[in-house]
C-alpha cells in the first residue's frame, strides 16, 4: 500500500521596520486538500533587510512542509523578487541573499515545488504572524 502524496500550500512574508531594521518572519502551511492550517510560524530576525526576512520566512514554511513530509508544494509570497529568483529568472547578485537562496533551494530538493506571487492583501496571515514577531521582538 502506497502513502497518498501530501500536498501543503505556505503563505510566507517577511518584514522590517528600517531596511535594515529590526525584522520579523512570519508563515502558514496549510494542507491543500482540507485547507486545514497545519502550522503558523513566527520569527523574530533580529536587525536585518526586508529582502533577507522574506527569504528567512519561506525557509521556515519549506522547513515546516519539509516536516510534514510534503510531496508537492505551492508557495505564495508577495515579494515578487524572490518568486522571480526561486523561479530562476532573476539571478541573484546580492550575498547576504544568496546564502538564503541556496538554503531554499536545498529545502526544495527533488519535491515539486512552485512559487506564486501573490498581492500583499492576500497575505495578511502571514504579514500579521511577521509583524507579531517583530512587536514581540522590540
Known amino acids: 500500500m502506497t502513502t497518498p502524496a501530501i500536498s501543503l500550500i505556505t503563505y510566507s512574508d517577511g518584514g522590517a521596520r528600517g531596511n535594515?531594521?529590526?525584522?520579523?518572519?512570519?508563515?502558514?502551511?496549510?494542507?491543500q486538500s482540507s485547507k486545514e492550517v497545519l502550522a503558523?510560524?513566527?520569527?523574530?530576525?533580529?536587525e536585518t533587510t526586508n529582502n533577507q526576512?522574506?527569504?528567512r520566512a519561506l525557509i521556515a514554511a519549506l522547513g515546516k512542509a519539509n516536516e510534514l513530509n510534503a510531496q508537492s508544494i505551492t508557495c505564495y509570497l508577495d515579494s515578487e523578487l524572490i518568486v522571480e529568483q526561486m523561479k530562476g529568472r532573476y539571478?541573484?547578485?546580492n550575498p547576504g541573499l544568496k546564502?538564503?537562496?541556496?538554503?531554499?533551494?536545498?529545502l526544495v530538493g527533488l519535491k515539486k515545488v512552485s512559487f506564486r506571487h501573490i498581492p500583499r492583501e492576500q497575505n495578511s496571515?502571514?504579514?500579521r504572524l511577521a509583524n507579531?514577531?517583530?512587536d514581540r521582538g522590540r
Open 20 to 31: 535594515p531594521g529590526p525584522a520579523g518572519a512570519g508563515a502558514v502551511v496549510i494542507d
Open 91 to 93: 539571478k541573484v547578485k
Open 132 to 134: 507579531e514577531a517583530m
Open 53 to 55: 526576512a522574506e527569504y
Open 125 to 127: 496571515h502571514a504579514d
Open 99 to 106: 546564502e538564503l537562496y541556496l538554503q531554499a533551494i536545498a
Open 40 to 46: 503558523e510560524i513566527s520569527l523574530y530576525l533580529g
